[in-house]
């Protein structure tokens, strides 16, 4: 099909301009599935950090437990990566640090 006074050259990029810009565009969203894998990496970093400190605590046990749990639905490929957060910081809690974020 030819349109006139329109160069073929010219409607292809007029076309295919938009529909290959919008990988590139969409590229720097930050979806909030990803805000939340990075407070699991960035909780379970800070958790193994002080863990050691604190192996003489009374509620030790519980916290590794928690921050077990917290880690496994993190890596879980469903919808659960938000309570893993929660648990992660029960576990830092339990133990007296303060999550930073």
Same mark, same amino acid.
């Given at each position: 099909?030819?349109?006139?006074?329109?160069?073929?050259?010219?409607?292809?990029?007029?076309? @295919?301009?938009? +529909?290959?810009?919008?990988?590139?565009? $969409?590229? !720097?969203?930050? /979806?909030?599935?990803?805000?939340?894998?990075?407070?699991?990496?960035?909780?379970?970093?800070?958790?193994?950090?002080?863990?050691?400190?604190?192996?003489?605590?009374?509620?030790?046990?519980? @916290?590794?437990? +928690?921050?077990?749990?917290?880690?496994? $639905?993190? !890596?879980?490929? /469903?919808?659960?990566?938000?309570?893993?957060?929660?648990?992660?910081?029960?576990?830092?809690?339990?133990?007296?640090?303060?999550?930073?974020?």
């Amino acid at each position: 099909m030819r349109y006139p006074g329109i160069p073929r050259k010219m409607l292809i990029i007029v076309v @295919a301009g938009p +529909l290959l810009g919008a990988p590139v565009a $969409l590229a !720097g969203y930050d /979806g909030p599935n990803n805000m939340v894998m990075r407070q699991c990496t960035l909780l379970s970093e800070q958790f193994d950090k002080a863990e050691a400190a604190h192996k003489t605590d009374k509620d030790y046990k519980k @916290a590794v437990s +928690l921050s077990t749990e917290g880690k496994s $639905l993190c !890596g879980n490929s /469903g919808n659960m990566q938000s309570a893993g957060v929660e648990d992660l910081q029960s576990a830092m809690k339990l133990l007296g640090i303060t999550p930073s974020m």
